[in-house]
């Protein structure tokens, strides 16, 4: 299993704030995200598919 991403990180990979990731998790809006003892961690292929599932075709 590969290690998770903490917020921080997953707000600095897709160029956001971290309190627009905490939006995007309370509207499930955002990349998926698991809770351990509720703290958010993402899983790397989720952050990816997030970005895939956003492309737009021009």
Do not use: C
């Not at 990180?9 to 998790?25: H, I, M, N, Q």
């Amino acid at each position: 299993m590969k290690p998770l991403l903490k917020s921080r990180e997953v707000a600095a990979l897709l160029g956001v704030s971290e309190p627009t990731l905490s939006r995007w998790r309370t509207a499930h809006e955002g990349p998926p995200h698991v809770n351990l003892n509720g703290i958010p961690r993402y899983r790397s292929e989720d952050v990816e598919g997030f970005v895939n599932d956003r492309i737009q075709n021009r």
